[in-house]
């Protein structure tokens, strides 16, 4: 995301944050060991560390950048999440723990029943739900995103980003997502405090595509220049 998304035009401290069990922070065993999690149950032990643990995280990095001096007191933050770190996005929106202001979401998974649908499409095997994992599915569904919106006065600036030729994540989960949400932005009086944006042509590893990556970044500086 550093390379992708320098953010070089938003005056701003930019802190790039790694999902637990990926990259920098994957488990001992790495790829494997995922792998073999992601068989035994997805929902579990990988969706829940992964996206639920960094939203539960962010509180501690607010924490550590106010007391770094990097984030005033009061100061809101905004969120860019891709794929999974939407997820995480979204549930740490949902959760009201920490002032957010804006927030973009980049071909994201909207929750673990998309995640799911994106698992099973590519592994052309069914998903055993739990009790446990239904649960999941809930809390990071649209009325429970609803309901974190309802606790607050003025809504995150939130804008989706979706590749029309997303192959992993179905495009309509964010279409689904923004008519879900809509109407509790015109309850807020903040409309135009969210945004859909259908890209034509951009697959899912948009930063691979030099015309995706223009557009995203375009549709991103301009969204967190105007909801400033």
């Known amino acids: ?29 790495g790829g494997k060991e995922l792998a073999l999690r992601q068989k035994q149950d997805f929902g579990l032990l990988v969706f829940k560390p992964a996206v ?8 501690l990095v607010v924490a550590a950048l106010k007391e770094r001096g990097c984030l005033a007191p009061g100061a809101s933050i905004g969120l860019v999440g891709f794929s999974a770190g939407g997820a995480a996005a979204l549930y740490a929106m949902s959760q009201a723990k920490v002032a957010i202001g804006t927030v973009v979401l980049i071909n994201a998974s909207t929750g673990l029943s998309a995640s799911v649908q994106a698992l099973e499409q590519a592994t ?42 997303d192959s992993v994540i179905a495009p309509k989960a964010a279409s689904d997502l923004y008519e879900g949400l809509l109407p509790y932005y015109r309850k807020a009086g903040s409309e135009r405090r969210i945004q859909f944006v259908r890209l034509a042509g951009m697959p899912h590893q948009w930063s691979a595509d030099e015309h995706a990556l223009d557009s995203v970044r375009q549709a991103l500086t301009k969204w967190f220049q105007g909801s400033s």
């Open 52 to 59: 639920l643990g960094a939203g539960d995280e962010l509180p």
């Open 1 to 29: 995301m550093l390379d992708a998304l320098p953010l070089d035009d938003i005056p701003a401290v930019k802190v790039y944050l790694g999902l637990p069990l990926f990259g920098q922070r994957a488990v001992p065993g």
């Open 124 to 165: 052309g095997q069914k998903y055993l739900w739990s009790p446990e994992s239904r649960a999941i599915a809930e809390k990071t569904g649209v009325a429970r995103y609803a309901a974190g919106i309802a606790r607050v006065g003025t809504p995150p600036a939130l804008l989706l980003v979706q590749g029309a030729d």
